[in-house]
């Protein structure tokens, strides 16, 4: 989603074109809605049928689009259960895939987690069965899964970002819920994200907010910058760029939390040296070159992008600038003792 529509949603952009296109959003709201009660009521009722997998599922999920850090929690969580001597695989849907075959997260957690099974298929039971009888694998991770209802699991990680929650506060396409608040009831796990970036206050009404509709418990954690990486795998410490003129792009559902995290490592890049594009944007090479004569003008150093940008780039450098993505790793601000509670439970009922 680019810039502008964030604004129409957000309400930050003004004028007679976007409050026509709110209101026209917002009639199409209610159907959404109806639509996803009466899918969500078929299942917990029985009247569609929930698939179970021979091994445990964990989904990794949240109530909005895209944002939310699902891939970093991702890659912590396969580390976690690898650890424990399990053998996890990914399953996921593959949305807005390169080539036919693998997307930006796919590409992003097969650097993270080398290794390990990713299949990418709408039908993630296929998957599920797949991953377990030809992959080996003995506990499975449904990304992006809370509101994929087929598949079993033991156990729903809900992401919930303190920046932007709950989605303007509208559902699709007026706003970028997913399904009303109640939702959270299936939840097992609640993670807040980004909580880093927002004050206690903030935090503590979130909370409670969240204990509204679920008595799962809730973790607050934060995405740590460790460092950076370029195309050629090349690495720089987390203050390797604090004498560079910076400016940064992205493609994410979240560029204020991404340059957030650039202004937490000391890099000055102000909304006017962030460029942004729509999320899971496929870049070409007329989008270099615009990159390139954007930084001539800016007079700036070096380009700052994410690792999910940075796998869909092949040169260490856009025109004459080298090209530099943030590497970020799933830290807590609370004990993350009830979170490895709810896994460890998970693994024994599957």
């Known amino acids: 989603m680019d810039r502008f529509a964030l604004e129409v949603l ?14 026209g959003l917002s009639l199409a709201e209610p159907l959404y809605g109806l639509g996803v009660r009466c899918r969500n009521a078929a299942y917990d009722r029985g009247w569609k049928s929930i698939d179970r ?3 445990p599922v964990i989904s990794v999920g949240n109530l909005t689009t895209g944002g939310t850090g699902k891939t970093p929690t991702v890659a912590w969580l396969v580390q976690w259960l690898a650890g424990q001597g399990a053998r996890p695989g990914i399953l996921s849907r593959g949305y807005r895939s390169l080539d036919g075959e693998e997307n930006d997260e796919k ?7 080398p290794g390990v099974p990713h299949l990418q ?3 993630r039971v296929a998957s599920a069965r797949r991953a377990v009888d030809d992959e080996g694998c003995t506990v499975l991770v449904l990304d992006d899964g809370f509101q994929h209802r087929r598949l079993g699991r033991e156990l729903d990680l809900v992401l919930i970002d303190c920046l932007n929650p709950w989605g303007y506060g509208h559902l699709l396409p007026r706003g970028l819920l997913r399904e009303p608040l109640r939702g959270l009831g299936r939840a097992g796990v609640v993670l807040l994200t980004r909580t880093d970036q927002c004050d206690a206050g903030r935090r503590d009404a979130l909370r409670q907010e969240v204990a509204r509709y679920t008595r799962a418990p809730v973790v607050a954690t ?3 910058p460790t460092g950076f990486v370029n195309a050629a795998g090349e690495r720089l410490p987390a203050d390797g760029l604090m004498d560079r003129r910076v400016a940064a792009f992205c493609g994410i559902g979240n560029p204020a939390g991404f340059r957030r995290t650039l202004t937490g490592l000391g890099l000055p890049v102000g909304k006017d040296r962030l460029h942004v594009f729509p999320d899971h944007y496929h870049y070409t090479g007329r989008d270099l070159a615009r990159l390139g004569h954007w930084g001539d003008e800016l007079q700036t150093d070096v380009l700052v992008t994410t690792r999910k940008d940075l796998v869909k780039l092949s040169d260490v450098r856009i025109g004459r600038f080298p090209v530099w993505a943030v ?9 993350p003792a009830p979170l490895e ?3 460890r439970g998970a693994l024994a009922r599957g």
């Open 10 to 23: 957000s309400g930050t952009r003004r004028g007679p074109l976007a409050a026509l296109l709110r209101a």
């Open 53 to 55: 997998a021979k091994v």
């Open 107 to 113: 590409r992003l957690l097969d650097a993270l987690c």
């Open 121 to 123: 298929n709408p039908d």
């Open 222 to 224: 934060a995405f740590q």
């Open 327 to 335: 590497e970020i790793e799933l830290g807590f601000l609370d004990d």
């Open 341 to 343: 509670e709810a896994l």
